[in-house]
Protein backbone atom coordinates (compact mmCIF):
# COMPACT_ATOMS: atom_id res chain seq x y z
CA UNK A 1 0.00 0.00 0.00
CA UNK A 2 0.96 3.58 -0.49
CA UNK A 3 0.35 5.53 3.15
CA UNK A 4 0.97 8.63 2.35
CA UNK A 5 1.53 9.29 6.01
CA UNK A 6 4.40 11.78 6.44
CA UNK A 7 5.43 12.71 10.17
CA UNK A 8 7.63 16.32 9.81
CA UNK A 9 10.16 17.30 12.94
CA UNK A 10 12.04 20.96 13.10
CA UNK A 11 15.49 19.72 13.08
CA UNK A 12 18.87 21.75 13.97
CA UNK A 13 22.34 20.15 12.77
CA UNK A 14 24.57 19.16 10.52
CA UNK A 15 24.84 16.05 7.98
CA UNK A 16 26.71 14.28 5.61
CA UNK A 17 26.97 12.65 2.18
CA UNK A 18 29.22 10.69 -0.41
CA UNK A 19 30.48 13.56 -2.73
CA UNK A 20 29.57 16.77 -0.23
CA UNK A 21 30.97 17.77 2.78
CA UNK A 22 28.77 18.25 5.71
CA UNK A 23 25.80 20.82 5.16
CA UNK A 24 23.01 22.56 7.90
CA UNK A 25 19.51 20.00 7.97
CA UNK A 26 17.09 21.83 9.61
CA UNK A 27 13.94 19.26 8.88
CA UNK A 28 13.21 15.28 9.00
CA UNK A 29 10.61 13.95 6.98
CA UNK A 30 9.57 10.85 8.50
CA UNK A 31 7.43 8.16 6.38
CA UNK A 32 6.43 4.54 6.00
CA UNK A 33 6.18 3.70 2.39
CA UNK A 34 8.02 2.06 -0.75
CA UNK A 35 11.38 2.36 -0.39
CA UNK A 36 13.47 3.82 -3.77
CA UNK A 37 16.22 0.99 -3.53
CA UNK A 38 16.02 -1.04 -0.30
CA UNK A 39 14.77 -4.42 -1.01
CA UNK A 40 11.87 -4.41 0.85
CA UNK A 41 7.57 -3.42 0.22
CA UNK A 42 8.00 -0.67 2.64
CA UNK A 43 9.90 1.13 4.93
CA UNK A 44 10.39 3.54 6.99
CA UNK A 45 11.98 6.53 5.97
CA UNK A 46 13.82 9.65 6.80
CA UNK A 47 14.77 12.50 4.82
CA UNK A 48 17.53 14.64 6.81
CA UNK A 49 17.40 17.94 4.50
CA UNK A 50 17.89 21.95 4.75
CA UNK A 51 13.99 23.53 3.41
CA UNK A 52 15.79 26.62 2.46
CA UNK A 53 18.52 24.93 0.37
CA UNK A 54 19.53 22.60 -2.70
CA UNK A 55 17.19 19.58 -2.92
CA UNK A 56 20.61 17.68 -3.77
CA UNK A 57 21.83 18.00 -0.45
CA UNK A 58 19.67 15.60 1.32
CA UNK A 59 20.61 12.96 3.08
CA UNK A 60 17.71 9.77 3.16
CA UNK A 61 17.43 6.28 4.67
CA UNK A 62 15.16 3.21 4.33
CA UNK A 63 15.19 1.21 7.02
CA UNK A 64 13.01 -1.95 7.59
CA UNK A 65 10.40 -1.58 10.64
CA UNK A 66 12.57 -3.52 12.84
CA UNK A 67 16.11 -1.91 11.73
CA UNK A 68 14.01 1.59 12.46
CA UNK A 69 13.02 0.47 15.86
CA UNK A 70 16.65 -0.64 16.86
CA UNK A 71 18.06 2.93 15.52
CA UNK A 72 15.39 4.79 18.55
CA UNK A 73 16.25 2.25 20.44
CA UNK A 74 19.95 3.50 19.89
CA UNK A 75 19.32 7.02 19.72
CA UNK A 76 17.51 7.00 23.09
CA UNK A 77 20.34 4.50 24.75
CA UNK A 78 22.80 7.05 23.76
CA UNK A 79 20.47 10.08 24.96
CA UNK A 80 19.94 8.32 28.30
CA UNK A 81 23.70 7.87 29.06
CA UNK A 82 24.43 11.52 29.15
CA UNK A 83 24.44 13.28 31.99
CA UNK A 84 21.60 15.71 31.93
CA UNK A 85 23.28 19.36 31.75
CA UNK A 86 25.42 18.58 28.46
CA UNK A 87 22.03 17.82 27.19
CA UNK A 88 20.85 21.47 27.32
CA UNK B 1 4.50 -3.05 -32.29
CA UNK B 2 6.63 0.56 -33.13
CA UNK B 3 9.77 -0.36 -31.64
CA UNK B 4 11.49 2.05 -33.62
CA UNK B 5 11.02 5.39 -31.43
CA UNK B 6 12.49 9.13 -30.01
CA UNK B 7 12.54 10.28 -26.53
CA UNK B 8 13.57 13.24 -25.61
CA UNK B 9 12.94 15.77 -23.03
CA UNK B 10 10.44 18.99 -23.93
CA UNK B 11 9.41 21.70 -21.40
CA UNK B 12 5.95 22.65 -21.72
CA UNK B 13 2.96 25.11 -20.32
CA UNK B 14 1.61 23.35 -17.23
CA UNK B 15 -0.97 25.48 -15.24
CA UNK B 16 -1.17 28.99 -15.05
CA UNK B 17 1.14 28.65 -18.34
CA UNK B 18 3.85 27.78 -16.02
CA UNK B 19 6.81 25.86 -17.50
CA UNK B 20 7.35 22.21 -16.73
CA UNK B 21 9.74 19.57 -17.50
CA UNK B 22 8.37 16.72 -19.65
CA UNK B 23 9.45 13.39 -21.42
CA UNK B 24 8.18 12.79 -24.73
CA UNK B 25 8.15 9.17 -26.30
CA UNK B 26 6.29 9.14 -30.19
CA UNK B 27 6.50 6.21 -32.96
CA UNK B 28 8.99 7.40 -35.35
CA UNK B 29 6.55 6.90 -37.99
CA UNK B 30 4.01 9.05 -39.70
CA UNK B 31 0.74 7.67 -38.86
CA UNK B 32 -2.07 10.06 -37.05
CA UNK B 33 -2.94 8.46 -33.44
CA UNK B 34 -3.95 8.91 -30.00
CA UNK B 35 -2.00 10.13 -27.37
CA UNK B 36 -1.50 9.00 -23.60
CA UNK B 37 -0.88 11.06 -20.77
CA UNK B 38 1.55 9.15 -17.98
CA UNK B 39 1.00 10.77 -14.54
CA UNK B 40 4.00 9.45 -12.39
CA UNK B 41 3.51 8.03 -8.84
CA UNK B 42 4.52 9.91 -5.64
CA UNK B 43 8.27 8.90 -5.95
CA UNK B 44 8.40 11.47 -9.00
CA UNK B 45 9.39 10.89 -12.04
CA UNK B 46 11.77 8.18 -12.02
CA UNK B 47 13.13 5.86 -14.67
CA UNK B 48 10.14 3.53 -14.66
CA UNK B 49 7.51 6.06 -15.49
CA UNK B 50 10.25 6.63 -18.39
CA UNK B 51 10.25 2.94 -19.36
CA UNK B 52 5.75 3.72 -18.95
CA UNK B 53 7.09 6.08 -21.41
CA UNK B 54 8.74 4.39 -24.15
CA UNK B 55 6.32 1.63 -23.82
CA UNK B 56 2.97 3.34 -24.75
CA UNK B 57 5.25 4.44 -27.12
CA UNK B 58 5.69 0.89 -28.72
CA UNK B 59 2.04 0.80 -28.76
CA UNK B 60 1.70 3.42 -31.62
CA UNK B 61 0.73 6.12 -28.95
CA UNK B 62 2.40 9.78 -28.57
CA UNK B 63 3.43 10.00 -25.11
CA UNK B 64 4.05 12.55 -22.76
CA UNK B 65 5.61 12.49 -18.63
CA UNK B 66 5.33 15.90 -17.32
CA UNK B 67 7.48 16.31 -14.25
CA UNK B 68 4.99 17.15 -11.79
CA UNK B 69 7.85 18.32 -9.36
CA UNK B 70 9.19 20.43 -11.51
CA UNK B 71 8.84 23.93 -9.66
CA UNK B 72 9.23 22.08 -5.77
CA UNK B 73 13.47 21.64 -7.09
CA UNK B 74 13.93 21.76 -10.38
CA UNK B 75 17.16 20.24 -11.99
CA UNK B 76 17.25 18.61 -8.78
CA UNK B 77 17.37 14.11 -9.14
CA UNK B 78 13.51 12.34 -9.09
CA UNK B 79 14.06 11.09 -5.72
CA UNK B 80 15.49 14.74 -4.83
CA UNK B 81 12.43 16.32 -6.10
CA UNK B 82 9.96 13.97 -4.43
CA UNK B 83 11.20 14.24 -1.07
CA UNK B 84 10.81 17.84 -1.28
CA UNK B 85 7.18 17.57 -2.93
CA UNK B 86 6.50 14.97 -0.41
CA UNK B 87 7.45 17.74 2.62
CA UNK B 88 5.52 20.15 1.15
CA UNK B 89 2.65 18.33 1.57
CA UNK B 90 1.94 17.18 -2.08
CA UNK B 91 0.72 19.02 -5.24
CA UNK B 92 -2.31 20.66 -5.23
CA UNK B 93 -4.67 19.08 -7.32
CA UNK B 94 -5.98 22.42 -9.09
CA UNK B 95 -2.47 22.37 -10.40
CA UNK B 96 -2.02 18.23 -10.86
CA UNK B 97 -5.41 19.77 -13.30
CA UNK B 98 -3.47 21.89 -15.13
CA UNK B 99 -0.59 20.43 -15.42
CA UNK B 100 -2.27 17.50 -17.59
CA UNK B 101 -4.25 19.49 -19.42
CA UNK B 102 -1.05 21.45 -20.63
CA UNK B 103 0.42 17.58 -21.80
CA UNK B 104 -2.88 16.84 -23.48
CA UNK B 105 -2.65 20.20 -25.44
CA UNK B 106 0.58 19.57 -26.21
CA UNK B 107 -0.11 16.08 -27.99
CA UNK B 108 -3.22 17.37 -29.73
CA UNK B 109 -0.95 19.89 -31.32
CA UNK B 110 1.50 17.43 -32.70
CA UNK B 111 0.93 16.90 -36.24
CA UNK B 112 0.29 12.93 -35.70
CA UNK B 113 -2.49 13.44 -33.38
CA UNK B 114 -5.93 12.18 -34.45
CA UNK B 115 -7.32 14.64 -31.27
CA UNK B 116 -7.59 11.85 -28.59
CA UNK B 117 -5.80 11.57 -25.57
CA UNK B 118 -5.96 9.39 -22.75
CA UNK B 119 -4.23 9.76 -19.22
CA UNK B 120 -2.96 6.47 -16.75
CA UNK B 121 -1.49 7.50 -13.54
CA UNK B 122 -0.06 5.06 -10.63
CA UNK B 123 0.12 4.99 -7.08
CA UNK B 124 -0.96 9.01 -6.10
CA UNK B 125 -1.10 9.31 -10.41
CA UNK B 126 -4.15 6.53 -10.35
CA UNK B 127 -6.11 9.20 -7.91
CA UNK B 128 -5.19 12.19 -10.41
CA UNK B 129 -5.53 10.35 -13.04
CA UNK B 130 -9.32 9.84 -12.18
CA UNK B 131 -8.99 13.89 -11.22
CA UNK B 132 -7.95 15.01 -14.50
CA UNK B 133 -10.91 12.89 -16.43
CA UNK B 134 -13.40 14.56 -14.08
CA UNK B 135 -12.28 18.05 -15.05
CA UNK B 136 -10.80 17.78 -18.78
CA UNK B 137 -12.05 16.53 -21.80
CA UNK B 138 -10.04 12.98 -22.34
CA UNK B 139 -11.17 10.30 -24.07
CA UNK B 140 -10.16 7.54 -21.84
CA UNK B 141 -8.70 6.97 -18.16
CA UNK B 142 -7.01 4.76 -16.48
CA UNK B 143 -6.43 4.36 -12.75
CA UNK B 144 -3.48 1.84 -11.42
CA UNK B 145 -4.17 1.53 -7.76
CA UNK B 146 -4.57 5.21 -7.37
CA UNK B 147 -5.62 5.70 -3.09
CA UNK B 148 -8.37 8.26 -1.98
CA UNK B 149 -10.10 8.26 -5.13
CA UNK B 150 -13.01 6.94 -2.71
CA UNK B 151 -13.11 6.23 0.84
CA UNK B 152 -12.18 8.90 3.67
CA UNK B 153 -8.67 10.04 4.11
CA UNK B 154 -7.82 9.50 8.01
CA UNK B 155 -7.41 13.27 10.06
CA UNK B 156 -3.59 12.99 10.89
CA UNK B 157 -2.39 13.06 7.00
CA UNK B 158 -0.38 15.78 6.23
CA UNK B 159 -0.22 15.17 2.77
CA UNK B 160 -3.54 17.84 1.66
CA UNK B 161 -4.95 14.57 -0.10
CA UNK B 162 -8.69 14.33 -0.18
CA UNK B 163 -10.89 11.78 -1.79
CA UNK B 164 -12.91 12.19 -5.14
CA UNK B 165 -16.13 11.12 -4.40
CA UNK B 166 -17.93 14.95 -4.63
CA UNK B 167 -16.37 14.92 -8.20
CA UNK B 168 -17.16 11.72 -9.56
CA UNK B 169 -20.49 12.31 -10.78
CA UNK B 170 -18.40 15.00 -13.40
CA UNK B 171 -16.42 12.06 -14.68
CA UNK B 172 -16.13 12.91 -18.59
CA UNK B 173 -14.45 9.65 -19.60
CA UNK B 174 -14.85 6.26 -19.82
CA UNK B 175 -12.61 4.53 -17.19
CA UNK B 176 -10.54 2.00 -16.26
CA UNK B 177 -9.50 0.66 -12.97
CA UNK B 178 -6.42 -1.55 -12.06
CA UNK B 179 -6.43 -2.77 -8.35
CA UNK B 180 -4.44 -5.14 -6.14
CA UNK B 181 -6.62 -7.52 -4.01
CA UNK B 182 -4.11 -7.05 -1.17
CA UNK B 183 -3.81 -3.63 -1.53
CA UNK B 184 -4.92 -1.42 1.93
CA UNK B 185 -4.98 1.89 0.03
CA UNK B 186 -6.88 1.78 -2.29
CA UNK B 187 -9.07 -1.49 -0.51
CA UNK B 188 -11.85 -3.53 -1.86
CA UNK B 189 -13.81 -1.63 0.06
CA UNK B 190 -13.05 1.55 -1.63
CA UNK B 191 -12.92 -0.03 -4.88
CA UNK B 192 -16.28 -1.26 -4.54
CA UNK B 193 -17.38 2.34 -3.44
CA UNK B 194 -15.80 3.86 -6.27
CA UNK B 195 -17.67 0.89 -8.51
CA UNK B 196 -20.72 1.81 -6.95
CA UNK B 197 -20.73 5.14 -7.55
CA UNK B 198 -20.08 5.42 -11.08
CA UNK B 199 -23.11 2.59 -11.62
CA UNK B 200 -25.04 5.33 -9.84
CA UNK B 201 -24.17 7.68 -12.14
CA UNK B 202 -23.96 5.78 -15.25
CA UNK B 203 -20.48 5.99 -15.91
CA UNK B 204 -18.26 3.32 -18.33
CA UNK B 205 -16.06 1.74 -15.95
CA UNK B 206 -14.12 -1.52 -16.24
CA UNK B 207 -12.60 -2.64 -13.08
CA UNK B 208 -10.26 -5.65 -11.92
CA UNK B 209 -8.76 -6.44 -8.86
CA UNK B 210 -6.09 -8.98 -8.91
CA UNK B 211 -6.00 -11.80 -6.37
CA UNK B 212 -2.23 -11.98 -4.19
CA UNK B 213 -1.33 -8.44 -5.83
CA UNK B 214 -0.83 -5.43 -3.84
CA UNK B 215 0.03 -1.91 -4.01
CA UNK B 216 2.26 -1.23 -7.33
CA UNK B 217 2.24 -4.24 -9.27
CA UNK B 218 3.12 -2.87 -12.21
CA UNK B 219 6.75 -1.20 -10.51
CA UNK B 220 9.03 -3.61 -12.25
CA UNK B 221 12.05 -2.45 -9.82
CA UNK B 222 10.02 -2.79 -6.59
CA UNK B 223 9.50 -6.25 -4.86
CA UNK B 224 5.49 -5.74 -5.18
CA UNK B 225 6.33 -6.28 -8.76
CA UNK B 226 3.43 -9.18 -9.60
CA UNK B 227 4.06 -10.50 -12.99
CA UNK B 228 0.64 -12.02 -13.43
CA UNK B 229 -1.23 -9.17 -12.83
CA UNK B 230 1.35 -6.54 -14.53
CA UNK B 231 0.93 -8.95 -17.74
CA UNK B 232 -2.63 -9.23 -17.60
CA UNK B 233 -2.86 -5.43 -16.60
CA UNK B 234 -0.95 -4.31 -20.37
CA UNK B 235 -2.81 -6.30 -22.26
CA UNK B 236 -6.11 -4.52 -20.62
CA UNK B 237 -4.80 -1.53 -20.69
CA UNK B 238 -3.67 -2.03 -24.48
CA UNK B 239 -7.22 -3.04 -25.52
CA UNK B 240 -8.83 0.24 -23.53
CA UNK B 241 -6.67 2.46 -24.82
CA UNK B 242 -7.45 1.00 -28.62
CA UNK B 243 -11.15 0.88 -28.03
CA UNK B 244 -11.00 4.73 -27.25
CA UNK B 245 -8.28 6.49 -28.55
CA UNK B 246 -8.07 4.65 -31.74
CA UNK B 247 -8.23 6.40 -34.94
Known amino acids: MCTYTTVQARIDGSAK ?3 VGFFHVGQATVYFDHPVHAMAEHTLNIDLADPDGDPARRVALELTAESARQLVDAIQQALAAVPEELKA | ?3 SMIATLVRIPGHNGDEIEAYVARPEAAFS ?3 VVVIHHLPGWDRGSKEIARRFAELGYDVVCPNLYTREAPGASPEDAAAVARAQGGI ?6 GDVAGAAAYLRGLETSNGKVGTIGYCSGGRQSVLAACHLDVDAAVDCYGAFVTGEVPTEFPLKVTNLVDQLPGLRAPLLGLFGAEDKYPS ?4 AELERILAEHGKEFESR ?19 AAANDGWERIATFFGKHLGA
Open chain 1, 17 to 19: GPG
Open chain 2, 209 to 227: SYEGAGHAFFATDRPSYNV
Open chain 2, 33 to 35: RGG
Open chain 2, 188 to 191: PEQV
Open chain 2, 1 to 3: MYE
Open chain 2, 92 to 97: PDERLV
